[in-house]
DNA sequence: TGTTGACCAACTTTCGTTTTTGGTCATAAG
DNA sequence: CTTATGACCAAAAACGAAAGTTGGTCAACA
């Protein structure tokens, strides 16, 4: 079989398999019920994935792939795009948008019962797979941040504020403002909360968007490494 | 029976139930234990309260009285913890340090499990009971807060950033800043997104204070009224 | 009048049985 | 020979009856 059909056909389990997570929930899809919707047998799947649970994550893992892409290019366009609050509140919109990225961030979709119970499945699938850490590194580098500010105190009230917005995001809409506008209201308090003094020139600018897009796309490769196995 | 003495055994119940509870945790403790430890029998448990939870959640309001009580104290001495940087500081480290409340907040400790899984008793035990929508009230009226923030984005940017903090002391101590400094980073994030252009004169400050106080003390006397009825 | 602990219905836990399901592999198809 | 499949199996989950607990009551007692 053609290296392009194998890549067909396990996009067409992963579809398959998303349709069905989001309906019935990890727990309750069996992997004939993915092997029937895909139209292929069961023991085709495991050609492509090991475990049911490697499935999964992968399924999450594509999800992340899109919208990394999709933010990368965003910030090769617009350069500013690399400043935290621009950043987040972009990040945010996009994964709450996303149902199955919403689920694994908001914790609260019955979508992922079972599956992302498991906090090790979590940690690693949530991409902490490497660019937070750096990316905060970057800022501080670059001094993006107030200056009295020491990494792990940057970290510290960022993970607060946009940890604090993905728990509110949980009540779901019996917030006043829409979500638009609470995105807003989440970069506004990073950006007073934790921007330097002056603003970024535009050689800075630059230079800051250049060094994320380069922590982004190693956990955006990093991310199509994993799931290439599935196709190969 | 006297109703000091009433009160007092009232307490000695309380009493034994707090340290059971912190022990094992609301689902592992019978009735007959509370009532063996505070040394009656299980029938005069109920002679004070209806039922079990009425029991543990008296015991979750007397320790938000506690400390309400301590928090209005230091405020009739200092208008200026009025403000919300200020007055969430002190509340969010008084609320930490306090076991009992802690797990409520923070809702990871073993101790509440069987009890404030029930969003309801959660809701209503927590102090929500009042105090949180007028103080904003008051905030908004008094122009605390920056003049382009509604009421209900000012409330939604406070509970994003106030929860954020309690999401995050889930995770214990492995954070690099310690509680003190964590409670200060956070109360930075406050004043700085949501604090008005211009500081509070001296005057406006007093009836600020002064309108704190009412609004904490109304709901410090609303939880001493639903308590005392387990007294007399 | 005030207190208690034996009592009971309702709930929870336990444990053996049945069913389902993740994962394998001998076989069939190409 | 390579690739795909579904019958098959061990292990885990779901079920349910029986045993054990516990919240709450109240007749008897102090």
Redesign the pocket.
């Known amino acids: ?1 053609s290296e392009e ?2 890549r067909e ?1 396990a996009e067409r389990i992963l579809d398959a398999a998303a349709e069905l997570m989001l309906r019935h929930g990890y ?7 993915v ?1 029937r919707a895909a ?9 492509h ?7 999964f994550r992968a399924l999450l893992l594509r999800e992340s792939e899109q919208m990394l892409s999709g933010l990368l290019t965003k910030l090769r366009q617009d350069s500013e795009l690399a400043l935290p609050w621009r950043l987040m509140r972009i990040l945010a919109l996009e994964v709450v948008r996303r149902p199955l990225l919403r689920a694994l961030f908001v914790a609260d979709s019955d979508a992922l019962i ?1 599956f992302a119970e498991n906090e090790a499945v979590r940690r690693e699938t949530q991409l902490e797979l490497a660019p937070e850490t750096r990316y905060l590194e970057l800022l501080v580098e670059r001094r993006v941040l107030r200056g009295d500010l020491g990494f792990e105190e940057a970290a510290y009230l960022m993970s607060v504020i946009v940890r604090g917005f993905f728990l509110a995001e949980r009540t779901g809409e019996e917030f006043g403002p829409g979500l638009e506008r609470r995105a807003d209201l989440m970069a506004d308090a990073i950006r007073l909360t934790m921007a330097a003094e002056k603003a970024l020139g535009p050689d800075d600018t630059e230079a800051l968007a250049a060094g994320t897009i380069t922590v982004f796309g190693r956990t955006v490769e990093a991310v199509r490494s994993e799931l290439s196995s599935a196709y190969a």
Chains 1, 2 share one sequence.
């Open positions: 079989m059909a194998r056909r727990k309750r899809v069996t992997m004939e019920d092997a139209g292929v047998g069961k023991g085709t799947v495991y050609l994935w090991r475990t049911k649970e490697a499935l079972g």
